[in-house]
Each structure stands twice: as C-alpha cells, then as structure tokens.
C-alpha cells in the first residue's frame, strides 16, 4: 500500500515540470490525481500519458489559478470525479526576470498575481471544500530558495515566494481548528523548463551572456553539488501529502542541496 493511497489530490502547474512530477509521484503511491494548468491541452494530454497505467485514478483540468471560478470549477470537477478532496497543491507559478531598476506595474501585478493571489484563492477554495467535507485535508504550497533571500533580476518573483510563505503561516492558523494543515517546499535550481525559460530570460536583458550562464551561477555554492531533478524534489512532496507530516504546519521545507542554510 501506498504512502497515499486513495488520497484525492489537485496539483496546479502540472503540464510540465516540478507539477508533473509531484502528481505522477502522487500516482506511484496509490493517490487520485487531477492535473491541473492554464494549458489545457498540455495538461490534458500529461493526464492521458498516466491514465494508460492509473485509469481513472487520472483527471485533468484547465485552470487559470487567478480565476476564482475557474478555481472553484477544477476543485468540482475533481470532486464530482473522485468524490471528495483531500490535497492540494498550490504549484502554479511564473516568473520573468527584469533588472530591478526595470522592474514594470504590468511585470509585478502579473507575477504576484500568478504566485500570490493564484496561491491565495487556492488555499481559500481548498479550505472551503475540505471544511465542507468535515474530514480535515492538506494545502501545499510551492515556494523558492526566492523566500529566503532576494535576487536583483528576479525580485517581485522573490517578493511573491516571501508571500507564499506568510500566506502558509496565516494559513496554518487560521485552518487548524478545521484539521486542515498548510506546509510548503522551497526548491533550489531545478532543472525544467521554467529554468531554461529563466535562463533566456536573463540574456535578453543583459544578465547573462551565455546559455547555461545563470544556472552555473545560481548552482555554483549547491553543496550537493549539482542542480535538482524534478524527481529529487517528489520524496518531499509525497510526504508532505502523506499521514506521516500530520503533525506539520505551517512550515516550508526547504529542498535546494545545500544553497541556503536556514
């Protein structure tokens, strides 16, 4: 038996990346996953590669985490599915590097409306559903080595992971006396796509110039002493969605190799 057997999780941001790997995971130990992405076709088709081996265990939705009916919409879907909602994964995120002397209204409203707000509706939306349910649950939140430290290209993204984590922490308090706990992970330099993106990002402005540049950088003090797999972040994730953290919240568990030691 599985670590989650049976368990009814969401994950946003699941086409591609940490998201994909965290619902797979989530599959391998026995848990009913709905993967979730504003792309609904990416993520449709990530759900069809898994249903071949989970059947029905696999759903999908296309979301807009910034969307509170769209939010509430995925949240009823999976319910109708699988009957009841135990985890979710409030995984969605973005970022688009600028200098910090170049950072715009339109680039800060719309990173800390992806990783923040996004991040606040779901929590709101998973607690409602939970508590109407009457059985507890889990919110998991994605944050960064981001909230612990800030970086000069990439700061309304450092500013919306420090949010996710107080938006944890309030969460946690607010939520106990329902038996629903909120934790988080913070992951270091992993490599998906959102990095590779980061990466082109970075020279675009002037930041990098080379590809690959910024990665070595960012990795150069990782005392493990190379970059993350999605997959090394998924050990983590699963047991945060697992009886075994039930005593944990409010806390971010940091998954980064070493980078920052807090």
Known sequence: MGRVTDRVCIVTGAAQGIGRAIGEALLDEGAKVCFA?????????????????????????????????????????????????????????????????DVTEDNWNF?????????????????????????????????????RQGFDNVAPYCAS??????????????????????????????ATEMWKQVDRDLMDIGAAERPGQAMEEFSAEILRGRVARPEDI??????????????????????DGGMTLV
């Open 161 to 190: 992971k420090w949010a996710v984590v107080s938006l944890t922490q309030s969460g946690a308090r607010d939520l106990a006396k329902h038996d629903i706990t909120v934790t988080g992970f913070a992951p270091g330099v992993v």
């Open 111 to 147: 990173i800390m409306g992806v990783n923040g707000l996004g991040c606040m509706i779901g929590m709101q939306e998973s607690a409602r559903q939970m508590i109407q349910q009457g059985q507890g649950g889990k919110i998991i939140n994605t944050a960064s080595i981001a909230s």
């Open 234 to 255: 998924t050990g983590t994730t699963t047991f945060l969605a697992s009886k075994d953290s039930d005593y944990m919240t409010g806390q971010i568990v940091m998954i």
């Open 37 to 101: 992405d504003i792309n609904g076709n990416k993520v449709a088709d990530v759900a069809d590669a898994n249903r071949a081996d989970y059947g029905d265990d696999v759903t999908s939705a296309q979301v807009d985490v910034t969307d509170r009916d769209q939010v509430r919409a995925m949240i009823a879907h999976t319910v109708e599915t699988h009957g009841r909602l135990d985890v979710t994964f409030n995984n969605a995120g973005v970022n688009k590097p600028m200098n910090f002397m």
